[in-house]
């Protein structure tokens, strides 16, 4: 139980001021980038017409992500926005499954992460709906269908951002504290390996869907 609330921290003075950074956040962070590098490099180095095991698994998270990005936008747009969808699915999926591995932690157990991914889709979604539509549509769109809504429609926005990272950075910092006061209060031998199977592989590849899925409508609101 000691674990829990235990942050390894770098502090840096700059400027007056104290930058605050979360060690282990970074680090697996820089462990799912290697993995998914590394699984990017061999699923990709001998393609064929029949495909080995990694360059099906990579296809299919590649083909079904653009297909439902194509939904949401359009032929067009699927080639704009259809790597960023993926990149963002298999960062957030192998984030949520990391856990699982012993000695190892999910870096979006940290509000940090998906509060930065969540602002990353916030940016991206705007920058698509003002390139779009034009700056007077979109400035436009916030004051309707009438002028004194604009500050609602603002705070709907920012809103946005809000929900989608507490939602991810909620569920998997659940998950984390039920196993870690099930497994002290068990010893870790009865129910540890089954919740973490639940929360890892289930929860984590749900919420990482989910996320993802929200990027994209919000990125369909805004160019059409």
Request: charged share 15%; net charge positive; aromatic share 14%.
């Amino acid at each position: 139980m000691q674990e829990l609330g235990r942050i390894h921290q770098l502090i840096i003075p700059f400027f007056g001021h104290n930058l605050t950074f979360n060690l282990e956040v970074i680090a697996m962070s820089w462990i799912v980038m290697a993995i998914l590098i590394v699984f990017g490099f061999f699923a990709a180095k001998k393609k064929s017409r029949f495909p080995g095991p990694l360059q099906a698994v990579g296809e299919l998270f590649v083909g079904q992500l653009f297909s439902l990005t194509e939904d949401a936008l359009d032929k067009k747009r699927r080639k704009t926005y259809g790597p960023l969808i993926c990149a963002l699915f298999m960062f957030l999926v192998i984030s949520n499954w990391l856990g699982i591995i012993p000695y190892l932690e999910e870096p979006t157990k940290d509000l940090n992460t998906p509060l930065a991914l969540g602002l990353l889709g916030f940016v991206i979604a705007h920058y698509a709906g003002i390139k779009a539509r034009g700056i007077k549509e979109y400035t436009k769109a916030y004051f309707e269908p009438f002028i004194i809504m604009m500050p609602l429609n603002v705070i709907g926005e920012l809103a946005k951002v809000v929900s989608i990272s507490f939602r991810l950075f909620g569920n998997i910092m659940g998950g984390s504290i039920i196993i870690l006061v099930v497994s002290y209060l068990t010893y870790s031998v009865l129910l540890p390996p089954f919740l973490n199977a639940f929360f890892g592989l289930f929860v984590g590849t749900i919420q990482a869907f989910v996320f993802t899925m929200l990027t994209v409508v919000y990125i369909s609101v805004q160019v059409n």
